[in-house]
C-alpha cells in the first residue's frame, strides 16, 4: 500500500501540485523474497527436444548454464569461439548438448535470414531486418515460459548437487552472495525435497555435461 502511494504522491510533488511527499520519512521494510521453484522434469525435456531451433537452443542455455534473459538477448555472433561461449564476466565451457543445439542455429540463422547485418545471436523477424537485439519477450514466447524459470531450476540443482555451497554458486553462475543464498537456503525446503524425490531415479535431471534422457 505504501508503495503504491508513493507512486502516486511522488509524479505529484515533481510537478508541484502538493509541497511535501507524506509518505517520505515512512518505512515499510523489505519486500519478502519469494522461494524459488524447480520446474517439472517433463516440461524441461519438452523445450529441451523441441524441433525448433531458436527454442532447443534458447532452452539448452536457460538449462544447462543457467543465462538471464538479458544475456540471451545480448549473445553476440563472435561470443562462440572454439567451444567456449565467452560472457562479460565469465567464460562458460558449454556442455555437450549445449553445444549440439548450437551448432544447429547458424545454418538456421543463415538460411532464414542470409542477408542480416545484425550482429546478435538471436534473431527474430522484427530484428533480422535491423541491429537490434530480440526482446525479452520474444525469448519468453519461443521458450513458452519465463527464461527466470529455468535460470532458477538450474541454480537450485546446483544448490542441491553442493550441498548448498553458496561459493560454489557464486564461482560457477557469477552470482554475489547474497543471490547464491537464496537458493542455497532451499535445501531443507520440504517442497523441494518432495520434488527431488518424486523426480529421482531414471531418467536423470539434466546436468552440465549430460546428455538428456529421452
Known amino acids: 500500500m505504501l508503495q503504491g502511494l508513493r507512486h502516486i504522491l511522488r ?18 521494510g523489505m519486500p519478502t523474497s519469494t522461494i524459488p521453484l524447480p520446474v517439472e522434469v517433463d516440461d524441461l525435456r519438452k523445450i529441451l527436444h523441441a524441433q525448433e531451433v531458436p527454442r532447443a537452443a534458447l532452452a539448452a542455455l536457460a538449462i544447462f548454464h543457467a543465462l ?10 563472435t561470443d562462440l569461439r572454439d567451444g567456449p561461449l565467452f560472457l562479460p564476466n565469465r567464460t562458460v565451457l558449454l556442455a555437450d548438448p549445449v553445444r549440439t543445439r548450437l551448432a544447429a542455429y547458424p545454418d538456421y540463422r543463415n538460411h532464414r535470414w542470409p542477408r542480416t547485418a545484425n550482429s546478435h545471436l538471436f534473431v527474430s523477424q522484427t530484428t533480422g531486418c535491423g541491429v537490434e537485439p530480440v526482446s525479452h519477450v520474444w525469448i519468453n514466447d519461443v ?4 527464461t527466470s524459470r529455468l535460470r532458477e531450476d538450474r541454480l537450485l540443482h546446483e544448490a542441491e548437487a553442493t550441498g548448498g555451497d553458496p561459493r560454489r554458486i557464486c564461482d ?19 517442497g523441494l525435497v518432495e520434488h527431488s524425490l518424486r523426480n529421482a531415479g ?10 538428456p534422457a529421452d
Open 68 to 77: 538471464t534473459s538479458g544475456q540471451l538477448r545480448s549473445l553476440k555472433t
Open 143 to 146: 521458450l513458452g515460459m519465463p
Open 172 to 190: 560457477l553462475f557469477d552470482l554475489s552472495v547474497g543471490a547464491a543464498l537464496r537458493y542455497s537456503g532451499t535445501i531443507d525446503q520440504p
Open 202 to 211: 531414471p531418467p536423470p535431471r539434466p546436468l552440465a555435461g549430460d546428455v
Open 11 to 28: 509524479p505529484l510533488k515533481n510537478r508541484r501540485i502538493i509541497f511535501t511527499d507524506p509518505t517520505a520519512r515512512i518505512f515499510c
